[in-house]
């Protein structure tokens, strides 16, 4: 596992597709369905099948060796 990049958010919390989005871990809504359907997506280490699962700031998401870990936009 490589070491995760950071990503910030404007708000509390970012819904996971949103996030791989953002991330560019992803390159659409659809793929972000996908993907987290077939449980390619990580978050902290554990498989994620929700792609309106809230993450916050700290929590790493992980797909295909790639990591990006959830921080505050200041």
Do not use: C, W
Not at 34 to 39: M, R, S
Not at 47 to 52: D, H, I, Q, S, V
Request: proline share 1%.
């Amino acid at each position: 596992m490589s070491d995760a990049y950071e990503v910030p958010i404007r708000d509390e919390s970012i819904r996971l597709g949103q996030f791989l989005k953002l991330a560019n871990l992803i390159e659409s809504g659809a793929e972000a369905k996908e993907v987290i359907a077939d449980g390619l997506v990580s978050v902290n280490g554990e498989a994620e099948f929700r792609r309106g699962r809230q993450l916050h700031v700290g929590d790493i998401v992980e797909i295909a060796g790639a990591s990006a870990r959830v921080t505050r936009d200041e």
